[in-house]
């Protein structure tokens, strides 16, 4: 495997990119040049931290399961921690992990008003006072799903989005779930969780397959993941829909997430 590589971009982004870690980077602020060093230096090292830990960042979260100790595997595993009354290993906040690890150092840098990390669609934010970041949502076939604004005052710092049709496996249907949350972190494993909500696990229709049978080393092991969703009748959307709409309110009353928003097929929960 290569190492890591920076780039600049047009609209004086920053792109980092390490073996599956790819990110794309703004900032505004007087330190702007300061937090893209700093990201950049984070970033060495960064993948290879995660790789010596990988064996327990994934394996199912358990009371008795050891704590991680690298900084970013210590940020997934405080994510995760929530949710383990289900089934959830530390991969499931991976992205948004290291979006707020690389936020962090670029905060560390210098004064700025406003910055994002963005690592596949799992965004990290940081923003001063009277600043705000809005973000496009797409479907699967690119069509405009809305827009999410966030102020300063909200105090959310993390969006995430998880589905069947990402780029990593689902055990629920969903075409798309976006979360907003307290951190990227914490968005990114909420996501996960309410995807695999948005389910019918008795339907024919659906094609799943053992994740170990699609990739050797998947956290997911031998767990069905989907494969495929048929088109469905709206009473069937509306009933997968409404599960995980039950897994996103029992998040919400939690303090867990600051809202989410659920599409399939046409429909949406919100």
């Not at 007087?30 to 230096?41: N, S, Y």
């Not at 060495?44 to 704590?67: F, I, K």
């Not at 993390?158 to 055990?171: C, D, E, M, N, V």
Request: proline letters at 6%; aromatic letters at 2%.
């Amino acid at each position: 495997m290569t190492g890591p590589v920076a780039a600049l971009l047009p609209g004086d982004r920053l792109h980092l990119q390490h073996g599956p870690i790819d990110l794309i980077i703004g900032a505004d602020g007087p330190a702007r040049a300061q937090a893209f060093a700093g990201a950049a230096a984070r970033f060495d090292g960064l993948l290879e931290e995660l790789v010596a830990e990988l064996p327990l960042l994934r394996a199912q979260v358990t009371p008795d399961l050891p704590a991680p100790q690298g900084p970013v595997a210590r940020r997934m595993h405080h994510a995760v921690l929530p949710h383990t009354d289900a089934f959830i290993t530390c991969m499931a906040a991976v992205a948004g992990s290291v979006a707020d690890e690389i936020l962090s150092a670029m905060a560390k840098a210098g004064p700025l008003s406003r910055a994002y990390v963005n690592n596949g669609g799992d965004i990290a934010l940081h923003l001063s006072d009277g600043t705000s970041f809005t973000s496009a949502m797409a479907g699967l076939d690119g069509c405009d799903l809305g827009r999410i604004t966030i102020a300063a005052s909200d105090g959310i710092r993390g969006i995430a989005t998880s589905g069947a049709g990402g780029r990593s496996f689902s055990l629920g249907i969903a075409d798309s779930v976006t979360v907003l949350a307290r951190s990227a972190a914490e968005a990114d494993a909420a996501a996960t969780m309410i995807a695999n909500a948005v389910n019918l696990p008795r339907h024919p229709g659906i094609r799943r397959t053992r994740a170990c049978d699609l990739q050797p080393d998947s956290d997911l092991g031998a767990r069905l993941v989907v494969t495929g969703v048929p088109p469905l009748s709206p009473e069937d959307a509306a009933q997968a829909l409404d599960a995980g709409m039950a897994q996103a309110q029992d998040l919400l009353s939690r303090g867990l997430i600051a809202g989410a928003a659920l599409f399939l097929q046409g429909q949406t929960r919100l």
